[in-house]
């Protein structure tokens, strides 16, 4: 039996466990999807939980970043597959399943891909980052050990390694009190040449 799936527009196979949904290179439009990477930030925690509901939502938007034309095998370049229940999706030429978070921090992970989001969310949007132990609170994470390697995994991701280090004038306005005792009298531009 075939329908219409509302969500993607496409057919979709009714009382197959494996068969999700089809996909076409250049068909696809993911611009309903929701957020554009790289250009759009959640400002609010509920915003960002409209944003990302639940690992659906966040598979989606890592297929839009990962295909932005739709998909593309990685084996023979095809760009026909469908999505099979296990959320890979599979090349209809090549047979070959890829994930889009293969080669990724998400790699074979078994946490939600919403909790993942959710620790992204916090270590990015605060003016100092996040602790280890603000993401075991925050979380829920069953040891301090789990938020701590998370926090990690995350800062080794967000460097570029290709990165150029400050030069010219560079300008601060904000230091810690324990660096600058005068700071908690007010912050003092200070620049470093």
């Avoid at 075939?2 to 290179?25: C, E, F």
């Avoid at 790289?38 to 598979?59: K, L, N």
């Amino acid at each position: 039996m075939l329908s219409v799936n509302a969500a993607w527009a496409w057919p979709v196979m009714v009382g197959t466990a494996y068969l999700l949904d089809w996909t076409y290179a250049g068909q696809v439009d993911f611009v309903e999807a929701g957020p554009v990477g790289g250009v759009d930030y959640p400002r609010t925690y509920q915003e960002f939980r409209v944003w990302f509901p639940d690992d659906v939502a966040c598979v989606d938007y890592l297929a839009k970043l990962r295909w932005p034309e739709g998909f593309r095998c990685p084996v023979c370049g095809g760009d026909r597959a469908w999505r099979t229940s296990t959320r890979h999706w599979k090349c209809a030429a090549c047979g070959r399943k890829t994930s889009v978070t293969a080669g990724t921090i998400f790699h074979r992970t078994r946490t939600p891909l919403s909790t993942w989001f959710a620790a992204i969310w916090l270590v990015t949007s605060q003016k100092n980052g996040s602790s280890a132990q603000n993401l075991h609170d925050m979380l829920g994470f069953g040891s301090y050990e789990t938020a701590w390697a998370w926090l990690h995994k995350l800062r080794r991701a967000m460097v570029r390694p290709d990165r150029d280090l400050l030069a010219g004038l560079v300008e601060s306005t904000s230091r810690s009190s324990a660096a600058a005792p005068w700071a908690s009298r007010g912050h003092r531009p200070t620049r470093f040449p």
